[in-house]
């Protein structure tokens, strides 16, 4: 109920100013009614009236037809009379004897005949010499005597006749004809009569009057003349029923002429006359003639008004009558409308009872339902739905209560989560002032909240990096020019330490000036940073004997490569391999390897100079680059070396073990001017030294290098060749494990080679020799169309099965590796989602943007891609983010020990924390055994590989031979 307002539980009478909608609606519809009664009466009018017009202008085209059809008729009437003068009696001769005086006798007694009868009032015979023989008619002063003269002279000259209506002073048609008798010329004569028949006759033809008007300038004109003063006009002739009068009145009202144009209407005596100029083409433009028609229209008129006024009649009556009939119609229906307006305040005061009461009092019930009916229900419907949510509103008040109680409790709950929360929040005003901090920022950076409020954010970073730009930036977050800003700055604390700070400031709506501009939140990453120095360090060392991995010491050698060759200088590379290393793994445990290879690693770093560069090449490798130094130097240093290593010993599990190795030596530029040949040189010289008795040094040689590569090379060059004519290649396929569901989710498929005696060969045995000559990518070929063919068969049968398939490093710079894939998955109709393809990290490194291009174009046909020996040197982090890969496969040097190793715990877990941060699947290799499988799956890898999880197995051996 609504206590604001009072009830008395009755509906309100009309307020001042009401006007019922009965009679708005009268008012509206009668307003429209009349516009379009008038509208209809004005368009029918002016309907009428163009048709009118254009009735009248066809009129007045034929009123100058009639007239220039009557002034034709008298120019021929004129031509037949000059034809016929030389024929009348006597006239021939004296025609002939060009006597004027015999003329004049001759033709006397015909001219008051002709002027009488025929209306002419001149004729003139002239000779062929132009001179005048007889005139009969107007004087020659009063002639155009120029004008005639010229037509006589063309008419003798010409023998052809001329017409023309002259109107200088009279309006008189002119013939000029010449004389013929005897079929000679002997002169011309001239007929001029006026154009008073043609008026006369243009009533009889039309039923019109017709004037003839022609403009004065002479002041000294005859008073019997008739005179039109406002035109400056005579009328010369005139059809006998005009009453001059009316020009007269039509001049007064219109004193220019030209306003008579479009014609002009007047009322004379009860009559509708048009009064309009006659445009005649036979009268000239610089002739001062002007036919006028007068025209009585009054029998048009008066249809015109009739059937307005009919109109006007037709629609008023309509008018009435339509006002009436919707009177009726909507008297009773907007009735009960009104009643149910009247009653609708109810509803505002909550008298819900009241209102349907008073709302079925006026007792009018229809006998169908219409519109105002179902408003009649809908607002009494809508009485009880109201009634209902005003007891609604009454519960949900009580219940906002208890949410505005709550959420009370939730704004403590937020803030103290602000005080705990391990984020550093922080507001600033528009100038940039720190207002809040956190408690946790308080205690970061070990400032109270009080000490920094007014103290400018900027303040609190260190000035190092590149801050230049930063206050700008901050500036345009304040002032919602960028909604949020991120970056990365070093905070000074109280104690003048330094914590690393990743900064997000976002734009806060400030309300008032006092509000915050801008909420900064730190997140603390001076850890993290740490961390990341460290995998920073590991990208370039060997963690395990804190030496250069073989990614750095490449760049270290290539460096000095370039060094030497600029300044001239010469140096050396010692390339050691332990010897036996494998027995003592095999013995002792790879926990015994791994002490041999750290004492190891510390015994060369005391046997060799500051300047040298140490490096694990990988296994039981290591490496030196001796710069600036001889063969005999090196050879020096690598004596050195041997004697050192030869008072190592270690004891592991009751057993001691020796330290021992053989050392190649290659000098540099001599026996190589790039990594890969100095490497390639020292490698064969370490392998001369082991076949000389292990535990001693061989220097390279040139000699030594082409004859051992040229055995070796045409030796497995010719096992390569004859392998792929003859299959002699076999696929091995080792189970990798889905680990989370514990079955096998795909097949890595690994070459062997079968030997002459049977012996199946790895591919180390033979695998350098097909990269060096040539034949790896026939090799790459075979396995992919073999592979793909085998797994399309399987497929075919109802089973499928995803291979992972090794690519070597040189498959990025086949031209045919694409077009083969393509073509295979064609021709075996092979789903390409089924195949993995394995790149190393050695592989991109020699073209990391062929390598990333052709890698796109494969995973577009389908497939995917793993990055091997994932976390060896730490430089894989790069390629992570550089290459289109799906899975990591993390190297077997950190699982092999998992289980009894903390530190290769740590670093699994970090390596999969870092590929899943990328979005990478994982995979382990090298699992043996259950405690390693265990810690895998707490650690979330996803898949495993090892003799663990399945041995390398035959294709005759697998669980799909029966398919191949």
């Known amino acids: 109920m609504n206590k604001g307002q009072p009830d008395d539980g009755t509906a309100r009478s009309a307020p001042p100013g009401f006007l019922s909608l009965k009679w708005k609606v009268l008012l509206l519809s009668s307003l429209i009614l009349v516009f379009i009664v008038v509208s209809f009466t004005g368009i029918t009018y002016l309907s009428l009236m163009s048709d009118f017009e254009a009735q009248r202008r066809a009129q007045h085209k034929r009123y100058a037809s009639e007239v220039e059809g009557l002034i034709d008729q008298i120019s021929k009437d004129l031509h037949q009379l000059a034809e016929l003068l030389p024929f009348l009696e006597g006239m021939g001769p004296d025609l002939l004897a060009a006597n004027g005086k015999n003329i004049a006798e001759t033709f006397d007694p015909y001219w008051a005949s002709l002027q009488l009868n025929k209306g002419i009032e001149l004729i003139r015979f002239y000779d062929n010499s132009d001179q005048l023989l007889a005139s009969w008619g107007i004087p020659e002063s009063d002639t155009h005597e120029g004008v005639m003269l010229n037509w006589i002279h063309e008419v003798n000259v010409r023998e052809r006749p001329i017409s023309s209506l002259n109107c200088q002073k009279e309006c008189t048609q002119f013939v000029v004809a010449p004389l013929l008798v005897e079929g000679k010329s002997v002169g011309v004569v001239i007929i001029g009569a006026p154009l008073i028949d043609a008026v006369l006759g243009f009533k009889d033809v039309s039923g019109a009057d017709i004037g003839l008007l022609i403009r004065e300038h002479d002041s000294n004109r005859k008073s019997t003349e008739m005179i039109i003063p406002g035109w ?3 009328i010369a002739a005139h059809s006998k029923e005009m009453n001059t009068a009316i020009l007269t009145k039509v001049a007064a009202q219109y004193p220019d002429f030209s306003h008579l144009e479009n014609g002009v209407q007047i009322a004379w005596d009860n009559q509708y006359l048009q009064i309009k100029p006659l445009s005649v083409n036979k009268i000239d433009e610089l002739d001062k003639a002007q036919f006028i028609v007068v025209t009585d229209i009054t029998s048009t008129m008066h249809t015109i008004q009739s059937s307005t006024q009919q109109n006007i009649i037709i629609g008023v009556v309509g008018l009435m009558l339509s006002e009436l009939l919707l009177f009726f119609i909507l008297s009773r229906p907007l009735s009960r409308l009104k009643h149910i307006a009247f009653t609708l305040p109810l509803l505002a005061r909550s008298s819900f009872k009241n209102f349907r009461s008073e709302l079925h009092t006026d007792g009018q019930k229809p006998w169908l339902k219409d519109e105002i009916g179902m408003l009649d229900e809908t607002a009494v419907a809508l009485s009880y739905q109201l009634e209902k949510l005003e007891d609604q509103v009454a519960d949900r008040t009580q219940i906002l209560a208890r949410k505005m109680n709550e959420l009370s409790k939730e704004r403590d709950f937020i803030t103290n989560l602000l005080d705990i929360a391990q984020v550093i929040v922080m507001t600033q005003n528009a100038g940039g002032e720190i207002l809040t901090l956190n408690a946790y920022g308080e205690t970061l ?6 000490e920094l409020q007014g103290t400018p954010f900027i303040n609190l970073l260190t000035p190092d990096g590149d801050m230049r730009d930063l206050p700008a930036y901050l500036e345009e977050v304040r002032s919602d020019q960028r909604d949020q800003l991120r970056h990365e700055a070093n905070v000074l604390c109280r104690d003048k330490s330094t914590r690393h700070i990743l900064w997000l400031h976002s734009h806060l709506t400030r309300h008032t000036e006092n509000d915050p501009a801008m909420l900064s939140v730190g997140l603390d990453m001076t850890e993290h940073k740490r961390t ?13 004997t804190n030496l250069y991995n073989r990614r750095r010491f490449q760049e270290e050698l290539e460096q000095m490569l370039n060094l030497a060759a600029r300044y001239e200088h010469s140096g050396a590379l010692l390339f050691l391999d332990l010897d036996q290393f494998k027995y003592i ?12 290879l750290k004492m190891i690693a510390h015994m060369l770093h005391g046997s060799v100079r500051s300047v040298d560069i140490l490096g694990r090449l990988g296994g039981d490798e290591f490496a030196v680059i001796l710069p600036q130094t001889t063969a005999e130097g090196a050879i020096e240093v690598a004596k050195n070396v041997l004697v050192c290593l030869n008072q190592g010993k270690i004891t592991i599990n009751g057993r001691s073990h020796k330290a021992s190795a053989s050392v190649g030596i290659a000098v540099f530029p001599e026996h190589g001017n790039n990594v890969h040949d100095l490497l390639a040189a020292a490698d064969l010289a370490m392998y001369q030294a082991k076949e000389a008795g292990r535990g001693g040094w061989h220097l390279f040689s040139n000699e030594e290098k082409t004859r051992e590569r040229m055995h070796t090379l045409v030796y497995w060059k010719e096992k390569i060749e004859y392998a792929l004519l003859n299959e002699r290649f076999l696929f091995y396929f080792q189970p990798i494990m889905h680990i989370a569901n514990k079955t096998v989710d795909h097949y890595e498929v690994l070459l062997r080679m079968l030997d002459d005696n049977g012996t199946v060969l790895a591919p180390q045995y033979f695998i350098p020799a097909a990269e060096q000559t040539g034949l790896i990518h026939a090799i790459d070929h075979m396995v992919l169309r073999k592979s793909i063919a085998q797994a399309a068969e399987i497929q075919h049968n109802g089973l499928r099965v995803r291979f992972s398939i090794n690519l070597s490093a040189h498959a990025f710079h086949d031209p045919e590796l694409l077009s ?13 989602s089924n195949f993995m393809f394995e790149i190393t990290e050695t592989a991109a490194l020699e073209d990391l943007s062929a390598a990333r291009e052709l890698m796109e174009t494969i995973r577009k046909l389908g497939c995917s891609f793993t990055l091997d020996d994932f976390g060896v ?9 550089q290459l289109p890969i799906d899975v990591v496969k993390i190297d077997g040097s950190f699982i092999r020990n998992l289980a009894d190793s903390p530190d290769d715990q740590i670093l699994v877990k970090a390596l999969c924390d ?3 941060g990328f979005g990478k699947k994982t995979t382990a290799e090298f699992v043996e055994n259950a405690a390693t499988l265990s810690l895998l799956e707490k650690m979330h890898i996803d898949y495993a590989q ?12 697998s669980p799909f031979k029966e398919f191949l």
């Open 232 to 234: 400056n006009v005579r």
């Open 532 to 544: 990341e120095s460290r995998l920073a360090w590991l990208a370039d060392h060997d963690p395990l």
């Open 873 to 881: 040197g730490f430089s894989s982090f790069y390629y992570i983010r």
């Open 914 to 916: 870092v590929a899943r």
């Open 946 to 957: 090892g003799f663990f999880i399945g041995t390398p197995i035959p294709a005759h051996d």
């Open 820 to 832: 083969i894939l393509e073509e295979a998955f064609t021709q075996y109709d092979a789903d390409p």
């Open 585 to 596: 793994n095999d013995t002792s445990g790879h926990q015994a390897g791994d002490a041999l």
């Open 445 to 450: 950076i070990q400032y109270m909240e009080k």
